[in-house]
C-alpha cells in the first residue's frame, strides 16, 4: 500500500489496431469503471516488406501506472483491445484479457487480551482460560502463533468446548497424585507403606539395614514382598487440591472478518486448563508474520495473581456527612510482571454488618460511601481482590470524626424548635393571668 503499481497489456496481432480501453472491475463483477483510452483512429501500421499480401506481426504493449495504491485499489482489471477486421474496416474485432492486482497492507495494531474476565479464582475445580490475541489492519490475514517463555507452544485444532473440557479434564486426571479427597485439608495421612511390622516408621535413608522376614524353618529365607514406599503426603489450603499435568494441552482457533476499509481483523485464541501454580508468572506472547512486514510484529503478557493491594481513603480525615471514597492503588508486582493480569475482580464487604447501602457486597475498584454517618466509625472494611491465577484480601478501618458544622446546625435548630413549643405556652400563661384580674 503506498507504492506505485504499473499494469501491462501486451498483445500481438496482424491487424489494424483501433483502440485499448482499460476497466477496472468492480461490485463482485457487475459494474467496470473506465480507467483509461488509447484511440488509434489515426495511428495505423503498414508492413514495409515487399509482398505486401503478408501483413507482419506487430507487438503492442499498453500500460497504466497506478501512483500511490490503497486499499480500495484492490481488485481485478481488464484490457479491451479492438482491432480491425480484416475483410472490413468498418468492423472492429474485440479481444480482451484481465489482471488482479492483490494490494498488502501491514497490520496496524496488535494485542493481546483474557476472554471471559474478570473472574473468580477457584481453588477447587479446574477452569480453563483463553487468551485472545487481537490483529487488525492487514491484508492478506497474518500468520499468527503463540509463544511460552520464549519457546513455540505446540496447539492441537479447536474444534468444540466440550471436546476441550473432556480431553483436558482427562489428561488433568492421568497425571494426577492419589489424594484421598474425603480428608480435611489440614490433616496429614500417612500411608501405612511406612509403617514395619511393629508399627515402627521405616527409616528412608540409604544406610538402613534391610530386614528379611521368614514364616518357615529357620534357613528358609522367602523373598519379601516388595512394598513401595510412598512418600508423606500433606495437604494445604495454600493450593488447589486439583493437580493438573506440567505440560497442558493447548488448543488453538482463530476467526477473521473484514473491516469498512477493506482490511482483516484477525482473533486467534489460545485455551487450556489453567494451573495457578505453574501459570502464575509465565510469559505468553502472540507474534505475527505478514509478507509486508520485515520481521514478526508481537505482544506479550505476564500472567500474575493479584497481590498486595494497597488502599487509599479519601478524604484522610473523614467527618460525618462526608462522602467516602476508598480505592485500590497498586499492587506488589514480582520480578517478571509489571501488572496484574488478567484484570482482577474487586469484591467490597463490610465485616461483621452490611454495608451502608444495606447490600452484602460492592464491585469495583472504588467504594463510595456518601454522607457518611457516626455509626460507621470504627467499621472494618474488607477489599477481596481475585482472578483466576489467585486471591487475596485486605483491611481498612474507617475512622470518622464529628463535623463541627452539623452539630451546630443541630443546636440552632433545637432552639428554633424549643421556641415554638414555648411559645403557645406563654400566651396560655397571660391568657389565665387576664382572666385572673378581669
Known amino acids: 500500500m503506498g507504492d506505485t503499481v504499473t499494469l501491462k497489456c501486451n498483445f500481438r496481432t496482424d491487424g489494424n489496431l483501433r483502440e485499448i480501453v482499460w476497466f477496472r472491475v468492480t461490485e463482485g463483477g457487475t459494474s467496470k469503471q473506465k480507467i483509461f483510452t488509447y484511440d488509434a483512429m489515426y495511428n495505423t501500421n503498414f508492413s514495409h516488406m515487399e509482398d505486401f499480401r503478408r501483413r507482419e506481426d506487430l507487438v503492442y504493449q499498453s500500460t497504466v501506472r497506478l501512483p500511490e495504491v490503497q486499499m480500495e485499489d484492490d481488485g481485478p482489471y481488464e484490457c479491451h483491445v479492438g482491432i480491425y477486421d480484416k475483410a472490413s474496416r468498418e468492423k472492429v474485432v474485440l479481444a480482451s484479457g484481465s489482471i488482479t492486482l492483490n494490494v498488502m497492507s501491514p497490520p496496524k495494531s496488535i494485542s493481546v487480551e483474557a476472554a471471559n474476565q ?36 505446540e496447539v492441537h485444532p479447536f474444534t468444540s468446548t466440550e471436546e476441550v473440557e473432556n480431553r483436558g479434564l482427562l489428561a488433568a486426571m492421568d497425571n494426577q497424585p492419589l489424594i484421598n479427597r474425603e480428608l480435611d485439608d489440614t490433616k496429614v495421612q500417612k500411608s501405612l507403606s511406612f509403617l514395619g511390622p511393629y508399627s515402627e516408621p521405616v527409616r528412608l535413608d540409604k544406610d538402613q539395614p534391610q530386614r528379611s522376614y521368614t514364616s518357615g524353618a529357620p534357613g528358609q529365607e522367602e523373598a519379601s514382598p516388595t512394598t513401595e514406599i510412598i512418600p508423606e503426603t500433606v495437604i494445604s489450603r495454600e493450593f488447589p487440591r486439583w493437580v493438573l499435568s506440567s505440560s497442558p494441552m493447548y488448543y488453538f482457533n482463530h476467526t477473521q472478518s473484514e473491516l469498512h476499509d477493506g482490511t482483516l481483523e484477525v482473533q486467534a485464541m489460545l485455551t487450556w486448563h489453567l494451573n495457578p501454580q505453574l501459570d502464575n508468572e509465565a510469559l505468553f506472547t502472540c507474534e505475527v508474520k505478514h509478507p509486508a512486514l520485515s520481521m514478526p510484529m508481537k505482544a506479550e503478557v505476564t500472567l500474575s495473581a493479584p497481590k498486595g493491594p494497597k488502599l487509599s481513603v ?86 470518622v470524626f464529628e463535623n463541627p458544622r452539623i452539630k451546630k446546625t443541630i443546636h440552632l435548630n433545637f432552639g428554633d424548635s424549643a421556641g415554638d413549643m414555648l411559645g403557645p405556652s406563654l400566651m396560655l400563661l397571660l391568657l389565665s393571668l387576664t382572666l385572673e384580674l378581669t
Not at 487468551?131 to 503463540?146: E, N, Q, R, S
Not at 473523614?318 to 509489571?338: H, L, S, Y
Open 118 to 153: 474478570p473472574a473468580r479464582f477457584s481453588r477447587y475445580e479446574a477452569q480453563n482460560f483463553t487468551l485472545v490475541c487481537i490483529v487488525t489492519g492487514g491484508k492478506p490475514a497474518p500468520v499468527v502463533y503463540f509463544k511460552r517463555d520464549g519457546e513455540l507452544i
Open 314 to 399: 479519601a478524604p484522610s480525615r473523614a467527618k460525618v456527612g462526608d462522602t467516602v471514597r476508598i480505592k485500590v492503588e497498586g499492587f506488589q508486582m514480582g520480578p517478571k510482571a509489571n501488572k496484574v493480569f488478567p484484570e482482577p475482580l474487586f469484591t467490597w464487604t463490610r465485616v461483621g454488618g452490611p454495608l451502608l447501602d444495606g447490600s452484602e457486597e460492592r464491585f469495583g475498584k472504588v467504594l463510595v460511601l456518601e454522607r457518611v454517618p457516626a455509626e460507621l466509625n470504627g467499621s472494618m472494611f474488607r477489599c477481596t481482590v481475585q482472578n483466576p491465577l489467585g486471591s487475596t484480601n485486605t483491611h481498612t478501618r474507617l475512622i
